[in-house]
């Protein structure tokens, strides 16, 4: 039982650079979500996706794109990565929404430098 | 909009101690109240749920009840361990969203 799987777990990229974050599940689940955890500051939504090919924008889209060509697969996207990104990110996903809570990913750790 | 309130950390107790970890919320209609548990290094785990008013969410010891008349969902332990050091998180499912929305974490440290 894989659950949500998250890599890679650890990335250091050059500002300027690109890189996909990658999610699975195994779970069939519709919803899937990514997050990122700053210190101190809790969990904060960068996009989500209630089934394939649907995707919207959290709190905090700005240099991030996803897409989500199947119910498993849900990439994030960073094009030219900034010191700003530097956090954990946690993808998630859910059978029928927040009211049925989340199985979270183990976390990709990216630092910009 | 819909939000969680928690209370600040980090809480340093001794093992075998009494927990009390403060969540309160604000929201439109009767949203579903988790804590989520992150061990060190590791994804959040859910620890427990509460549904509806006066339900009572309970998991390895810890339990927390949804109180809708003062807008709390408390994390009690009646006896921690070390084992429990990790960031313990209070959300609520944010009502038409049907998104999680997240307190911003409290630290736990049990010393033995």
């Known amino acids: 039982n894989a659950g949500v799987t998250q890599t890679p777990k650890f990335r250091i990229l050059k500002i300027g650079q690109s890189m996909t974050l990658q999610c699975t599940q195994d779970m069939n689940h519709n919803y899937m979500y990514w997050y990122r955890q700053d210190p101190g500051m809790g969990l904060k939504l960068i996009y989500y996706?209630?089934?394939?090919?649907?995707?919207d924008k959290g709190e905090v889209p700005n240099g991030y794109n996803v897409s989500r060509s199947t119910t498993e697969d849900f990439p994030l996207r960073l094009e030219l990565a900034a010191p700003s990104q530097t956090s954990v990110y946690f993808c998630?996903?859910?059978?029928?929404?927040?009211?049925?809570?989340?199985?979270f990913g183990s976390g990709t750790r990216l630092t910009v430098v | 909009g819909d939000s969680v309130t928690q209370m600040e950390g980090p809480v340093t107790l001794s093992e075998e101690a009494f927990l009390t970890i403060n969540c309160t919320y604000t929201a439109t209609g009767y949203p579903s109240l988790f804590w989520y548990v992150q061990y060190p290094g590791e994804g959040l785990q859910l620890l427990l749920k509460?549904?509806?008013?006066?339900d009572k969410g309970s998991n390895k010891g810890f339990e927390a009840t949804y109180r809708k008349e003062t807008t709390s969902f408390h994390l009690e332990k009646g006896s921690v361990q070390v084992s429990d050091s990790a960031v313990y998180f209070c959300?609520?499912?944010?009502?038409?969203?049907?998104?999680?929305?997240f307190g911003t974490g409290t630290l736990l440290a049990v010393q033995p």
């Open positions: 996706s209630v089934g394939a090919g649907i995707t």
């Open positions: 509460a549904t509806k008013a006066d």
């Open positions: 998630a996903s859910s059978s029928q929404g927040g009211s049925y809570g989340y199985t």
């Open positions: 959300a609520l499912s944010g009502g038409a969203t049907n998104k999680l929305i």
